[in-house]
Protein backbone atom coordinates (compact mmCIF):
# COMPACT_ATOMS: atom_id res chain seq x y z
CA UNK A 1 0.00 0.00 0.00
CA UNK A 2 1.20 3.35 -0.84
CA UNK A 3 1.83 6.10 1.96
CA UNK A 4 -0.26 8.84 -0.21
CA UNK A 5 -3.52 7.58 -2.50
CA UNK A 6 -4.56 10.38 -4.83
CA UNK A 7 -6.79 10.02 -7.66
CA UNK A 8 -5.12 10.83 -10.48
CA UNK A 9 -8.20 11.79 -12.75
CA UNK A 10 -8.37 13.33 -15.32
CA UNK A 11 -11.14 15.61 -13.76
CA UNK A 12 -12.24 18.49 -16.15
CA UNK A 13 -15.19 21.45 -14.94
CA UNK A 14 -16.64 24.32 -16.80
CA UNK A 15 -15.14 28.02 -15.50
CA UNK A 16 -16.82 29.04 -11.96
CA UNK A 17 -17.51 25.75 -10.79
CA UNK A 18 -15.89 24.55 -7.02
CA UNK A 19 -12.97 21.81 -7.50
CA UNK A 20 -12.58 19.13 -4.66
CA UNK A 21 -8.94 17.54 -4.59
CA UNK A 22 -8.45 14.48 -2.09
CA UNK A 23 -5.74 12.33 -0.64
CA UNK A 24 -6.05 9.42 2.25
CA UNK A 25 -2.85 8.58 3.45
CA UNK A 26 -1.89 5.32 5.49
CA UNK A 27 0.54 7.13 8.01
CA UNK A 28 -1.20 8.74 11.42
CA UNK A 29 2.21 10.24 12.47
CA UNK A 30 1.80 12.59 9.38
CA UNK A 31 2.37 16.22 10.84
CA UNK A 32 2.40 18.72 7.73
CA UNK A 33 0.21 18.50 4.66
CA UNK A 34 0.68 20.73 1.21
CA UNK A 35 -0.90 21.06 -1.68
CA UNK A 36 1.16 21.89 -4.79
CA UNK A 37 0.20 22.86 -8.14
CA UNK A 38 2.49 22.11 -10.98
CA UNK A 39 1.68 23.61 -14.45
CA UNK A 40 2.71 21.43 -17.68
CA UNK A 41 6.84 20.96 -18.18
CA UNK A 42 7.30 22.96 -14.86
CA UNK A 43 8.53 22.39 -11.68
CA UNK A 44 5.66 22.05 -8.66
CA UNK A 45 4.78 25.01 -6.73
CA UNK A 46 3.47 25.26 -3.12
CA UNK A 47 0.18 26.68 -2.74
CA UNK A 48 -0.52 25.43 1.01
CA UNK A 49 0.53 24.56 3.88
CA UNK A 50 -1.40 22.97 6.94
CA UNK A 51 -0.13 21.84 10.22
CA UNK A 52 -2.35 19.43 11.99
CA UNK A 53 -6.43 18.88 11.66
CA UNK A 54 -8.05 22.15 10.50
CA UNK A 55 -8.92 24.43 7.69
CA UNK A 56 -6.96 27.11 5.88
CA UNK A 57 -7.98 29.48 3.61
CA UNK A 58 -6.15 31.63 0.93
CA UNK A 59 -8.29 33.23 -1.61
CA UNK A 60 -10.52 30.79 -3.33
CA UNK A 61 -8.22 28.21 -1.97
CA UNK A 62 -9.18 26.11 1.15
CA UNK A 63 -7.24 23.13 2.29
CA UNK A 64 -8.79 20.60 4.94
CA UNK A 65 -7.07 18.20 7.14
CA UNK A 66 -9.21 15.23 8.88
CA UNK A 67 -6.48 13.64 10.54
CA UNK A 68 -9.10 11.25 11.89
CA UNK A 69 -9.72 10.05 9.03
CA UNK A 70 -5.97 10.39 7.16
CA UNK A 71 -7.86 12.30 4.46
CA UNK A 72 -7.05 15.94 3.35
CA UNK A 73 -8.75 17.91 0.65
CA UNK A 74 -7.70 20.95 -1.73
CA UNK A 75 -11.30 23.00 -2.49
CA UNK A 76 -10.92 25.63 -5.61
CA UNK A 77 -13.70 28.46 -5.73
CA UNK A 78 -14.55 30.09 -8.82
CA UNK A 79 -12.92 27.82 -11.06
CA UNK A 80 -10.59 29.57 -13.53
CA UNK A 81 -9.12 28.59 -16.85
CA UNK A 82 -5.42 29.73 -15.59
CA UNK A 83 -5.83 26.68 -12.57
CA UNK A 84 -5.72 24.14 -15.28
CA UNK A 85 -2.83 21.95 -13.83
CA UNK A 86 -1.70 18.67 -11.84
CA UNK A 87 -2.52 19.40 -7.83
CA UNK A 88 -0.27 17.04 -5.72
CA UNK A 89 -0.65 16.68 -1.76
CA UNK A 90 2.48 16.00 0.06
CA UNK A 91 2.79 15.17 3.60
CA UNK A 92 5.83 14.73 6.31
CA UNK A 93 6.30 13.57 9.55
CA UNK A 94 7.62 16.44 11.03
CA UNK A 95 10.42 19.41 9.56
CA UNK A 96 13.35 18.54 7.26
CA UNK A 97 11.96 14.82 6.70
CA UNK A 98 11.23 13.19 4.17
CA UNK A 99 8.08 14.29 1.72
CA UNK A 100 5.78 11.71 0.55
CA UNK A 101 3.83 12.64 -2.67
CA UNK A 102 0.65 11.78 -4.04
CA UNK A 103 0.57 11.17 -8.09
CA UNK A 104 -1.20 13.81 -8.67
CA UNK A 105 -4.30 15.40 -10.03
CA UNK A 106 -4.75 16.06 -13.59
CA UNK A 107 -7.11 19.79 -13.73
CA UNK A 108 -9.13 21.68 -16.44
CA UNK A 109 -10.77 23.88 -16.13
CA UNK A 110 -13.01 24.48 -19.58
CA UNK A 111 -13.35 28.55 -20.50
CA UNK B 1 15.07 36.89 -6.21
CA UNK B 2 16.25 33.59 -9.08
CA UNK B 3 14.65 30.43 -8.32
CA UNK B 4 15.98 27.04 -8.60
CA UNK B 5 18.18 26.22 -11.81
CA UNK B 6 18.34 23.39 -13.66
CA UNK B 7 20.45 22.65 -16.58
CA UNK B 8 19.96 21.21 -19.25
CA UNK B 9 16.11 21.37 -19.67
CA UNK B 10 15.94 18.38 -21.93
CA UNK B 11 18.80 15.60 -22.75
CA UNK B 12 18.20 12.64 -24.86
CA UNK B 13 20.99 9.93 -24.91
CA UNK B 14 21.24 5.92 -25.67
CA UNK B 15 21.51 3.61 -23.20
CA UNK B 16 24.70 2.57 -21.62
CA UNK B 17 25.70 6.93 -21.77
CA UNK B 18 26.78 8.42 -18.98
CA UNK B 19 24.62 11.91 -18.34
CA UNK B 20 24.51 14.80 -15.70
CA UNK B 21 22.25 16.77 -14.16
CA UNK B 22 23.72 19.99 -12.50
CA UNK B 23 21.55 22.17 -9.62
CA UNK B 24 22.06 25.60 -7.94
CA UNK B 25 19.71 25.74 -5.15
CA UNK B 26 18.31 29.59 -4.20
CA UNK B 27 21.02 31.43 -2.53
CA UNK B 28 21.06 30.43 1.44
CA UNK B 29 18.92 27.60 1.14
CA UNK B 30 21.01 24.43 3.16
CA UNK B 31 18.99 21.77 2.33
CA UNK B 32 19.12 20.63 -1.09
CA UNK B 33 16.62 17.58 -2.70
CA UNK B 34 16.76 15.51 -6.16
CA UNK B 35 13.40 14.02 -6.80
CA UNK B 36 12.78 11.53 -9.82
CA UNK B 37 9.26 12.17 -11.23
CA UNK B 38 7.63 9.77 -13.67
CA UNK B 39 4.93 10.79 -16.29
CA UNK B 40 1.77 10.51 -13.90
CA UNK B 41 3.73 9.94 -10.77
CA UNK B 42 4.36 12.57 -8.19
CA UNK B 43 7.83 13.15 -6.96
CA UNK B 44 10.29 10.66 -5.47
CA UNK B 45 13.27 11.25 -3.31
CA UNK B 46 16.51 10.03 -4.23
CA UNK B 47 18.74 12.21 -1.93
CA UNK B 48 18.84 14.82 0.37
CA UNK B 49 21.53 17.05 1.08
CA UNK B 50 22.51 19.25 4.47
CA UNK B 51 24.66 21.90 3.63
CA UNK B 52 27.60 18.98 1.69
CA UNK B 53 26.21 16.24 3.63
CA UNK B 54 23.90 13.49 1.94
CA UNK B 55 21.49 13.03 5.13
CA UNK B 56 19.48 10.55 3.08
CA UNK B 57 20.31 8.65 0.00
CA UNK B 58 18.59 5.56 1.04
CA UNK B 59 16.45 5.78 -2.13
CA UNK B 60 19.74 5.91 -4.70
CA UNK B 61 20.06 3.84 -6.53
CA UNK B 62 24.06 3.69 -6.01
CA UNK B 63 24.94 0.80 -8.82
CA UNK B 64 24.29 3.73 -11.40
CA UNK B 65 23.41 7.21 -9.34
CA UNK B 66 25.92 9.26 -7.48
CA UNK B 67 25.95 12.62 -6.29
CA UNK B 68 27.48 15.09 -4.84
CA UNK B 69 26.75 18.74 -3.36
CA UNK B 70 30.14 19.99 -3.11
CA UNK B 71 31.13 23.55 -1.46
CA UNK B 72 27.24 23.01 -0.06
CA UNK B 73 25.81 25.43 -2.51
CA UNK B 74 25.71 23.72 -6.15
CA UNK B 75 25.12 20.13 -6.64
CA UNK B 76 25.51 17.54 -9.85
CA UNK B 77 23.38 14.23 -10.22
CA UNK B 78 25.16 11.44 -12.36
CA UNK B 79 24.00 8.34 -14.14
CA UNK B 80 26.46 5.85 -15.18
CA UNK B 81 25.33 3.75 -17.38
CA UNK B 82 21.66 5.03 -18.16
CA UNK B 83 18.94 2.75 -18.78
CA UNK B 84 15.61 2.98 -20.64
CA UNK B 85 13.55 3.02 -17.30
CA UNK B 86 15.60 5.85 -16.15
CA UNK B 87 13.88 8.27 -18.50
CA UNK B 88 11.85 11.02 -16.38
CA UNK B 89 12.11 14.32 -15.46
CA UNK B 90 14.94 15.28 -12.63
CA UNK B 91 14.10 17.66 -10.01
CA UNK B 92 15.99 19.67 -8.08
CA UNK B 93 14.65 21.51 -4.62
CA UNK B 94 15.47 23.51 -1.96
CA UNK B 95 15.08 24.79 1.37
CA UNK B 96 16.07 27.06 4.03
CA UNK B 97 14.68 24.29 6.57
CA UNK B 98 12.53 27.11 8.15
CA UNK B 99 9.21 26.42 10.59
CA UNK B 100 7.03 25.49 7.27
CA UNK B 101 9.69 23.62 5.10
CA UNK B 102 8.83 24.96 2.07
CA UNK B 103 10.39 23.59 -0.93
CA UNK B 104 11.25 24.82 -3.84
CA UNK B 105 11.74 23.51 -6.91
CA UNK B 106 13.26 24.06 -10.25
CA UNK B 107 11.85 22.96 -14.08
CA UNK B 108 13.71 19.70 -13.92
CA UNK B 109 15.73 18.13 -16.63
CA UNK B 110 13.45 15.99 -18.75
CA UNK B 111 15.60 12.65 -19.57
CA UNK B 112 15.01 10.32 -22.64
CA UNK B 113 16.98 7.35 -22.64
CA UNK B 114 16.82 5.25 -26.45
Known amino acids: QKEVEQDPGPLSVPEGAIVSLNCTYS??????FMWYRQYSRKGPELLMY????GNKEDGRFTAQVDKSSKYISLFIRDSQPSDSATYLC???????????FGTGTSLTVIP | EAGVVQSPRYKIIEKKQPVAFWCNPI?????LYWYLQNLGQGPELLIR????????DSQLPKDRFSAERLKGVDSTLKIQPAELGDSAVYLC????????????FGPGTRLTVL
Open chain 2, 93 to 104: ASSSGGANNEQF
Open chain 1, 50 to 53: TYSS
Open chain 1, 27 to 32: NSAFQY
Open chain 1, 90 to 100: AMTLSTGNQFY
Open chain 2, 49 to 56: YENEEAVD
Open chain 2, 27 to 31: SGHNT
